[in-house]
């Protein structure tokens, strides 16, 4: 069943072009920026994440993209597929007590 | 390797019952967590633990209690349940020690009437 309700930002793409899919953070001291992924009825899983001296770090088929500037985190995905479907959450952690501040979360469907 | 494991995965509850949920990780990780997962909400975190006989509280700590008696598991207590507390709840653990992943357990959806 669906693990989050009716009000989340939604991504609709085709299968095979490029997602991207946006995250405001709060905290300008947090350390690391994190993207996850929850697929229906699952936990959320680990994607990517990169540190707050970073701007850019790209993973397989991902791409996470931060400006601190203007508190703005993105998640690009390449070649977008079916497997992608699912809500994505960004968050932000310090080092001390590792406390992970999640984002409301973006659902992302990916169309035929 | 099962990971992060979390019981039980359903339950219904009748307002100003009592339950334990336990969350187990079989991954020697010092750091745990307890998020609630509301609608449109994210994850909050509840209640967290940096290691064996230690925790502390998070955003939304009301209503709820923890031990962590053993490394591997993390006990989530509803002391009197309220309709408020109906959500999906998730136990997730981590290394600490700057690793940032965290690793999440299935979910255990709660309902409380």
């Known amino acids: 069943g669906e693990s989050v309700g009716l009000h989340l930002p939604t991504l609709s793409v085709q299968e095979g072009d490029n997602s991207i899919i946006n995250c405001a953070y709060s905290?300008?001291?947090?350390?690391?920026f994190i993207w996850y992924k929850q697929e229906s009825g699952k936990g959320p899983q680990f994607i990517i994440d990169i540190r707050s001296n970073m701007d850019k770090r790209q993973g397989q088929r991902v791409t996470v993209l931060l400006n601190k500037t203007v508190k703005h985190l993105s998640l690009q995905i390449a070649a977008t597929q079916p497997g992608d479907s699912a809500v994505y959450f960004c968050?932000?952690?310090?080092?001390?007590?590792?406390?992970?501040?999640f984002g409301p979360g973006t659902r992302l469907s990916v169309l035929p | 390797n099962a990971g992060v494991t979390q019981t039980p995965k359903f339950r219904v509850l009748k307002t100003g019952q009592s339950m334990t949920l336990l969350c187990a990780q079989d991954m020697n990780h010092e750091y745990m967590y307890w998020y609630r997962q509301d609608p449109g909400m994210g994850l909050r975190l509840i209640h967290y633990?940096?290691?064996?006989?230690?925790?502390a509280k998070g955003e939304v700590p009301d209503g709820y209690n923890v031990s962590r008696l053993k490394k591997q598991n993390f006990l989530l207590g509803l002391e009197s349940a309220a309709p408020s507390q109906t959500s999906v709840y998730f136990c997730?653990?981590?290394?600490?020690?700057?690793?940032?992943?965290?690793?999440f357990g299935q979910g255990t959806r709660l309902t409380v009437v």
């Open positions: 997730a653990s981590s290394y600490g020690n700057q690793n940032t992943e965290a690793f």
């Open positions: 905290n300008s001291a947090s350390d690391y």
């Open positions: 633990s940096v290691g064996e006989g230690t925790t």
């Open positions: 968050a932000e952690v310090k080092y001390y007590g590792q406390n992970f501040v």
